[in-house]
């Protein structure tokens, strides 16, 4: 049974029991509504619930954990001295999963029994022919061994979708009898719905929580991998970035950071005061008319996507930079500069600011501002001494958020700055990012255990670990100073 | 309505400090105060009271012109502030506001320290040349608001750090620097405990001594305990001004006297 019919056998079940539910509780009290302890729909939603919920969530699980659970097994048929060679093993688990796809395909076409498939073998007929006519091709002819291994992969992965099916079927409908059998006039199944809400909610802020760890753990392992083959000191100290694909590269981060910070700041420069003195005019000065059609044209720009401001960089400002600036100043001749992309990043971060911002100051109380007035002070003197200062944290929030989204842009910092990792002053050179250099390291032909691929995640938990601060700054700031006003 | 004999009242003063006549005000096209004539005494306690909606704060807020900052707000006629119209476009209404200082009903300090909060008068409009008057003009106006003592030793502390009365006495004694003629109270105590507003009260009665305070308030017993003339609002008319004691003893409107027996209100 597939994962989309037996969702909806559930479903249906769910909705069933929702009406049963309803109509259970209304009958035990003689169609009186008024003496259920809840509203009718509630009794019907715990059943709906009970049906549903835990049936679903067994299916994720199973779903997730199967191929896990599946894979350990068939790695073990492999042998030892393949299964303790991590790229060896995983060629080979390649290939059982595409005979096996191609067997199931091969089935599906030709209308072969599993008996006769059982019965087919490596040796005696021609495999490959055979799946490259149903669209699987394959690169070598099929080693017999593999073959088996595709046959029990295939085998296990059926009883594995059939003891799931039985399973979610029966807890759908334990789930569906009990909640049922609860039913009374005295249940309170109002709270009982209520409670459960909670728990899903809970359930789904822990999933977020949870990707965030796995991301992290990830990245670890990898980086660990990484400093085990490549010396730690170099790769913080070393002046250089210069990988070579035959070994002995040097992979200093060095000069990506410096790229990355210097990129950032000059964005920031852009966007920081523009932003904050756009949205001094959107909170106060503009009537409501005009900030009506004003701060959503600003929010538009944060909606186009970063490609197109890298077109934008790559087309327009890079070399009119080049052409109308740093030519005739004599300060280079490179199209793709730190100025092209810090300035577009600034573009592109102007109404995050700016929106923040407006939102933080309309959060000042009114009555800061008639205390001000009360006392004799302009409008200016009133924004810049009391509005200002009591939104200050918040903003100072809003700008360290846009600082680690400006270190963390990619696209525009590709078709903008370059590609050339170098350490130096002149904004008009090319220079480039540590997360350009991620993308650069992980594109082309891989191989998961050289020093070259696996900087990648060395560079990206530094990646991490510099905007995580950044951010948890920003939200201690923000929520030290937040009630200061209340 | 014992109270009003507590307090001595010595409305021998007779000089007009502000002068209304004819006085209207629309918010868009509601017409919220009508044809309002009000002789404010220099030296005095003058409070509004009236029903909510009265427009008694609505009086109030013209006569230090913060009735601009509402964009629908259009004022009529004329207020003459020691025989000078406010409403006269030669007039600047934000050094209309330093003469006539205002104290509102929630008490809001600025999140700055107790010091920079009583300061900021003074320094936006320049009364001060050096950090030695600054400091004197701070210390004066903190112990004119009765408020000294306590915080005498915590100046730089944060002006929100303190308790509700402390803080109201605080916007008092901010409103007090920048030397004002005039000080507008808009119901001071509603946001206070009983002791606090007590202590409101006792300081209102002080300042009498060196400006012209008007108050509006909701409670009458506070009207009669603090002030010398009493103006009653009712539906955006001035329906009866005079002196506290005749208000509240022997009204001569039947409106007046409805409201301050209860029956209306």
Redesign the interface.
């Known amino acids: 049974m597939s994962v989309g019919i037996l969702s909806l056998i559930v479903l249906a079940l769910a909705v069933v029991g929702f009406f049963v539910g309803r109509s259970r509780a209304l009958k035990s009290v003689q169609g009186d509504s008024r003496r259920l302890h809840s509203l009718p729909g509630y009794y019907g939603q715990t059943v709906f619930l009970f049906t549903a919920v835990p049936a679903f969530a067994l299916m994720a699980l199973w779903l997730i954990v199967q191929p896990m659970v599946i894979d350990g097994r068939i790695v073990g048929q492999l042998g030892p001295q393949i299964a303790e060679d991590a790229t060896a093993s995983k060629l080979a688990m390649e290939d059982v999963a595409r005979i096996a796809s191609g067997l199931d395909a091969l089935q599906a076409r030709t209308g072969m029994t599993n008996d006769e498939l059982r019965d087919l073998s490596a040796d005696g007929s021609d495999i490959r022919g055979r799946l490259a006519e149903v669209g699987i091709a394959l690169g070598s002819e099929v080693d017999p061994l593999i073959f088996e291994m595709a046959k029990s992969f295939r085998i296990m992965q059926a009883n594995g979708a059939m003891i799931m099916s039985v399973l979610v079927l029966v807890l759908a409908v334990a789930g569906f009898v009990l909640a049922l059998r609860r039913i009374h006039g005295e249940f309170r199944a109002r709270n009982v719905s209520e409670t459960f809400v909670r728990w899903l909610l809970i359930a789904s802020a822990g999933v977020a929580i949870l990707t965030t760890v796995g991301i992290v753990m990830s990245l670890l392992s990898e980086t660990i991998r990484f400093f085990g083959i490549y010396p730690i000191s170099e790769f913080f100290f070393n002046l250089t970035w210069n990988p070579q694909f035959r070994g002995g590269s040097d992979l200093g981060l060095i000069p990506l950071l410096w790229g990355t910070l210097y990129i950032s700041f000059v964005a920031m420069v852009v966007a920081v005061p523009i932003g904050i003195f756009a949205a001094i005019y959107t909170a106060e000065y503009a009537?409501p008319k005009v900030r009506s059609v004003v701060k959503p044209v600003i929010e538009l720009i944060a909606g186009i996507p970063t490609v197109v401001f890298g077109l934008f960089a790559l087309v327009t400002v890079g070399p009119f930079l080049r052409d109308y600036i740093a030519m005739p100043l004599g300060l280079g001749n490179s199209g793709s500069s730190v100025m092209t992309a810090g300035l577009v990043i600034g573009v592109l971060n102007i109404p995050f600011i700016s929106s923040l911002t407006d939102d933080i100051i309309n959060a000042v109380?009114q009555?800061?501002?008639?205390?001000?007035?009360?006392?004799?002070?302009?409008k200016s003197?009133t924004i810049r001494?009391?509005v200002l200062?009591?939104a200050l944290p918040g903003i100072v929030g809003a700008i360290l958020l846009a600082a680690s989204r400006a270190i963390g842009e990619t696209m525009i910092v590709t078709m903008g700055a370059g590609a050339a990792a170098k350490l130096g002053l002149n904004p008009f050179e090319a220079m480039t990012t540590i997360t350009v250099k991620i993308v650069s390291q992980l594109t082309g032909d891989l191989a998961f255990d050289s020093p070259e691929t696996l900087v990648a995640f060395a560079l990206g938990m530094t990646l991490f670990v510099i905007t995580l601060c950044l951010n948890i700054f920003a939200l201690w700031i923000v929520r030290k100073y937040r009630e200061?006003?209340? | 309505m014992n109270d009003m004999r507590i307090v001595e009242r010595d409305v021998d003063i007779t000089e007009n400090k502000i002068t209304a006549r004819g006085v209207q005000v629309y918010y868009g096209t509601n017409h919220a105060l009508k044809d309002v004539d009000v002789d404010i005494l220099d030296k005095t306690v003058t409070a509004f009271i009236g029903p909510s909606g009265c427009g008694k704060s609505t009086f109030l807020r013209c006569l230090?012109r913060?009735n601009d900052?509402v964009?629908s707000a259009r004022v009529e006629g004329e207020i003459l502030l020691e025989g000078e119209n406010i409403y006269d476009p030669k007039v600047d209404p934000?050094?209309?506001?330093?003469?006539v200082?205002?104290?509102?009903q929630?008490p809001?300090?600025?999140?700055?320290s107790i010091y920079d909060n009583v300061a900021?008068?003074p320094k936006?409009?320049g009364l001060t040349r050096n950090k030695a008057e600054l400091d004197e003009i701070v210390e004066k106006s903190l112990r004119r608001a009765a408020i000294w003592n306590e915080v005498k030793d915590r100046l730089d502390a944060?002006g929100?750090g303190l308790s509700g009365g402390q803080q109201q006495r605080l916007?008092i004694a901010?409103?007090v620097a920048?030397n004002p003629e005039v000080l507008l109270m808009d119901e001071p105590c509603s946001a206070l405990d009983p002791i606090a507003t007590a202590q409101v009260e006792e300081l209102i009665d002080e300042l009498r001594s060196q400006y012209s305070v008007v108050i509006v308030t909701h409670s009458m017993q506070q009207a009669a305990r603090v002030s010398q003339k009493t103006a009653f609002f009712h539906l955006g008319h001035l329906v009866e001004y005079g002196e506290t004691g005749q208000i509240f003893t022997n009204p001569q409107d039947p409106r007046t006297e409805s409201y301050i027996t209860g029956r209306i209100g």
């Open positions: 009537p109380p009555s800061m501002r008639d205390g001000s007035y009360g006392l004799g002070a302009t003197e001494k009391v200062p009591a200061q006003y209340e | 230090n913060m900052t964009a934000v050094q209309l506001r330093a003469k200082g205002m104290v509102f929630k809001n300090p600025f999140p700055k900021y008068g936006i409009h944060s929100t916007c901010r409103a920048t």
